[in-house]
Structures are given as C-alpha cells and as structure tokens.
T-cell receptor
Framework: AQSVAQPEDQVNVAEGNPLTVKCTYSVSGNPYLFWYVQYPNRGLQFLLKYITGDNLVKGSYGFEAEFNKSQTSFHLKKPSALVSDSALYFCAVRTRAMDTGRRALTFGSGTRLQVQP | DGGITQSPKYLFRKEGQNVTLSCEQNLNHDAMYWYRQDPGQGLRLIYYSQIVNDFQKGDIAEGYSVSREKKESFPLTVTSAQKNPTAFYLC??????????????FGPGTRLLVL
C-alpha cells in the first residue's frame, strides 16, 4: 500500500537549536514528496518538495529536507528554530492508483512542533 | 493561501440540511481538490477534479457532492446523508498532472459545525 508516516505526534525544541521532523514513505516508483505547514485555523502552506535531483531540498522560511531513498525517508530540518516555527507540519506523498490512474496526495497525520523560548 | 478563497469561514448546519461550501481560485489551475481534516488526523480526500466538467470520488465521498462547471470554481455540498459533518474543510488546487505541477496550494478553510 502507498502511504506516508510521521512517527512523532509532537516535537519539542528550544529556540536556536536545530530541529528535525521525521517522515517515512512507501510508494511504488519514484516518489514525489512534499512538506506543508499549518497554523491554527488556517489552510496548509507549501514549504518544499522533492521531485527529482539533489537529495537536499531547500524551501521557504529556512527549512530544508533530505530525501533518503535507501531509508525511504524525507525528514524536514532547520538549523536554528524560531518560536514562530511552532505549528503543525504535514508530510505528503503523491500516490497513483494502479486501477484508475488517480493521482493524489496522501498526507501523514501531522507533527506538532513546539519551539520554546 | 493566496489565490484560493473559501467561504464562509464558519458554517453551521442544522439536522437534515444540505449546505454548500464555496471554493474559488484565480491561479488558472486545472485541478482542484476537497479535503476533510479532523483533529489528530491528516487530510482525507473527498473529491477531486482534474478538468472542467469532470470530477472523481476520493476516499470519503459518501454524503458529499461536487460540481465543476467553471475552471475557477469547485463547490462542495455536504448533504444530509453525511452523518458526522463537523470538521475543517480544505480546498486545494494544482496546475495538473506531472512533476512540479502536482504541488497543491490550499485555501484558508471552512469550519463546519452542526447545531
């Protein structure tokens, strides 16, 4: 089955420290991977994506993610966390149904990032 | 959220009532999507449309209906058959199939509550 998993419901980090939000995936073929951020009562904002190319992808607000094919992971990282980074983060993978050809994004359950001052 | 608008921000539904959530985009995107978000869960796909006058069921389409008469608009109706409609509803759009075109951009959401 094609899926994406975020193993941590919450990540706590002190301001100024590096942060990592974990994501693993299971898809057939080459994966299209995405990270989104959601602030309370708002829609999702696109952060970055991996389609092909360099394994280290840089995105908005200083975030980056590393694609690791052997570990089927796409962890989100930032060298120095800000209090304003506190939000809900979603990893997503593009899935394609073998029978209908339907292309869709399958989302993880989300990880709440809490950055303490 | 830029380029995709959803209205209303909050919507209250009475028992047995159908309600319609609006989604409009000015990004000239071909594809549009409706998701439902419940606390502690990721987004679940309700319906999607790859092109005008065509739409397909997602994973949780029962109790919902859509139309796609214009490229810019993809309204979602929550019917009385949806017994547990309380959720946060998100609309998204993307350029279309293939590579970077599959990046989805989201509206601000509509919170539906049952009276």
């Amino acid at each position: 089955a094609q899926s994406v998993a975020q193993p941590e419901d919450q990540v706590n980090v002190a301001e100024g420290n590096p942060l990592t939000v974990k994501c693993t995936y299971s898809v057939s073929g080459n994966p299209y991977l995405f990270w989104y951020v959601q602030y309370p009562n708002r829609g999702l904002q696109f952060l970055l994506k991996y389609i092909t190319g360099d394994n280290l992808v840089k995105g908005s607000y200083g975030f980056e993610a590393e694609f690791n094919k052997s570990q089927t992971s796409f962890h989100l990282k930032k060298p120095s966390a800000l209090v304003s980074d506190s939000a809900l983060y979603f990893c997503a993978v593009r899935t394609r149904a073998m029978d209908t050809g339907r292309r869709a994004l399958t989302f993880g359950s989300g990880t709440r990032l809490q950055v303490q001052p | 959220d830029g380029g995709i608008t959803q209205s209303p921000k909050y919507l209250f539904r009475k028992e047995g009532q159908n309600v319609t959530l609006s989604c409009e985009q000015n990004l000239n995107h071909d594809a549009m999507y409706w998701y439902r978000q419940d606390p502690g869960q990721g987004l679940r796909l309700i319906y999607y449309s790859q092109i005008v006058n065509d739409f397909q069921k997602g994973d949780i389409a029962e109790g919902y209906s859509v139309s796609r008469e214009k490229k810019e608009s993809f309204p979602l109706t929550v019917t009385s058959a949806q017994k547990n409609p309380t959720a946060f509803y998100l609309c998204a759009s993307s350029i279309g199939p293939g590579g970077t075109g599959e990046t989805q951009y989201f509206g601000p959401g509509t919170r539906l509550l049952v009276l």
